[in-house]
Every structure is written in C-alpha cells, then in structure tokens.
C-alpha cells in the first residue's frame, strides 16, 4: 500500500471517527440531563455510548498518528490500538445482551425484578462489564503473530487461540441475547393479547421496548459479516492478506453501528430528544425554551410523586419507561 492510498485511509478513518465522536457526545450529554428514564435503563444505555466515544476516539487518535511527526514503534501502537478496540467491542457486545437479558427478566418476572435489580447492582454489572472487557482484549492479545503494518494491525494478527476465544464468546453473547429477544416477542405478544381481550387499548403501550428489540437485532445483524470473517480465518489463516476489501466492509458496519446507536437512543425516550434538540439548537433560545417547555409537561405527566423511589423513577417493565 502507497503513502498516498495509506493517507486517503487514513482521511476517511478520521471523518467516521469525527461521525461516532459527535452525536454519541450529543447523546450522552442529553441521556445525562434526564429525569424520566429509570436508572438501570439509563446507566448500561449510557455505557454502551461511551464505547462507542472509546471506540471513535480510537480511531481518531490513529489518524493523528499517521499525519503527525511523532513515531511510535509499530508493535506498541498496535497492541495498544488493538487492546483499546478489542475492549471497546466486547463490552458494546457484552451491554447489548446484559440489556436483552434484563428486559427478558423484567417482564417476566417484574415483582421480582422490581425488588431484586437495585441502581447499586446496576453500576456493579457495569463496572464488572469493564474489567471483563480489559481482560478478554488482554487475553486475546497474548496469542497473537509478531507481524505488524503501519496500517493493518488488528485483525489480520490475531493468533488462532485468540480468534478461538474471540468466536466463543461473541456466539454464546449473541444467541443469548437472540433467545432473550424472542421471549421479549413472544411475552408482549402475551401481553397485547390479554389486553385486548379486557378491551383495553394497547397502542404505544409496548413502543420503547419494540425499539430495544429493533436495535438489539440491528446491533447484531451489522456485526454477522465480521463474525464470518473471523470464522473465515480461523480456517484460513494463510489467505489473511487477500481478505482486506472483505475486513475493511465488515469493519465499516461495525463503526457505523456506532454512529447509529446515538440516533436511535436519542429518538428512543422523548425527553431524551427533547434534550437533543435543546443542544442542536443551542444558538436560538426561543427554540431551546419552547423544547424546555415541552420537556416539563412530559415530566408532569409522567413522573407524580407516586412514581419515585429512592430519588429516581419506578421501573416499569411493560411501559413506555422500559
């Protein structure tokens, strides 16, 4: 690969991490401002946004590498660029199913769940999330072929024991979250049946969980063309230099996967787009206080004293809040 085919790569790196880095900053700031979304909802959804930041910063911090005069010996740039991406990726993966997984749990056992899943464990869950992550990039990183390019140095090097593991792992965490997502199907299904069979209306009643269900498959589906290629070179680790156009697809997806999730978490909890718009509008006060104005009766009429406990709102399992 020339220095001028290694720049344009690099220029187009930079403009998808400048894409992730942006609405997830956007996102995070608007998730952090409200009031309404229950806390074991918000801090895993919150986490998942920080990877994604991570994750575009990553590749930011590569690109200004590349275009800078600083030389760093290629071995310790690809371990640290690839242990900061391996990381990053296994705990989008490993939130993503934790969140398919208590929402299965949660309507199916609400009374339960209600009493049992405190903010406390919440943020035990997430912290713990991170220190696997740490450790399953390290763990990888230690099987791997002590051959590096300037421009390639993730994927194509990982040793076969490593690849091994990193299949393992992301095929149990997807079809679980799969058989979490189905049962979520099936039990709302059950639900919106019994509904109407009482002559209740049940429009809109399951619209924010029908969305988690959405991304969780969207989530999944952009990264099935990466997992065939790590399948691919756990078969063929010989033909790793004639698969890059296939690498570069399949790693493309997974960044824009990135610079999805914003978008459809900001859109996912009203108040959490209200406070979107309030920041794209920063620069016109009438439009930020009329998007303020319609923030505090989405709080008035969603959150009554009787909604909240311990300081934050009620989990509500089969609502609009999960």
């Avoid at 309404?36 to 590749?59: A, F, H, R, V």
């Avoid at 310790?76 to 749990?105: E, N, P, Y």
């Avoid at 949660?106 to 943020?123: P, Q, W």
């Avoid at 718009?277 to 439009?287: C, E, T």
Wanted: some cysteine; aromatic content about 12%.
């Amino acid at each position: 690969m020339g220095p001028e085919e290694s720049k344009l790569r690099m220029s187009l790196y930079l403009l998808i991490s400048l894409s992730i880095l942006l609405p997830n900053a956007i996102t995070l700031v608007s998730m952090g401002r409200t009031r309404g979304i229950p806390q074991n909802i918000k801090i895993p959804t919150m986490n998942l946004i920080i990877c994604d930041i991570l994750s575009g910063l990553s590749i930011l911090l590569r690109s200004i590498l590349k275009f800078s005069s600083v030389e760093i010996p290629p071995n310790a740039s690809c371990f640290i660029q690839s242990s900061w991406t391996l990381t990053t990726c296994f705990g989008s993966m490993l939130i993503v199913a934790t969140i398919a997984i208590d929402r299965c749990i949660c309507l199916y056992y609400e009374n339960a769940y209600i009493t049992k899943v405190t903010v406390r464990r919440v943020i035990m869950c997430q912290v713990a999330t991170w220190v696997l992550s740490l450790v399953y990039s390290l763990v990888i990183l230690v099987d791997h072929v002590p051959d590096y390019t300037d421009v390639r140095c993730f994927n194509p090097y990982i040793g076969p024991l490593g690849r091994g593991l990193q299949l393992t792992i992301g095929i149990t965490f997807r079809i679980l979250a799969f058989i979490s997502y189905v049962f979520i199907y099936v039990r709302i299904k059950q639900m919106v049946k019994s509904d109407l069979k009482k002559g209740l209306k049940t429009k809109g009643t399951f619209k924010t969980t029908y969305k988690l269900v959405l991304i969780g498959v969207i989530f999944h589906v952009m990264y099935f063309p990466f997992l065939c290629y790590t399948i691919y070179l756990i078969i063929y680790p010989e033909l790793s230099q004639k698969t890059e156009t296939f690498l570069l697809i399949s790693s493309f997806l997974v960044l824009l996967n990135s610079c999805v999730n914003p978008f459809v978490y900001a859109w996912r909890f009203p108040e959490c787009r209200l406070e979107a718009k309030k920041i794209f509008f920063f620069f016109n006060k009438n439009k930020r206080k009329a998007e303020d104005e319609k923030r505090k009766r989405i709080l008035v009429s969603f959150l009554d004293t009787s909604s909240y406990r311990n300081g934050g709102p009620n989990i509500v399992c089969n609502g609009n809040s999960s």
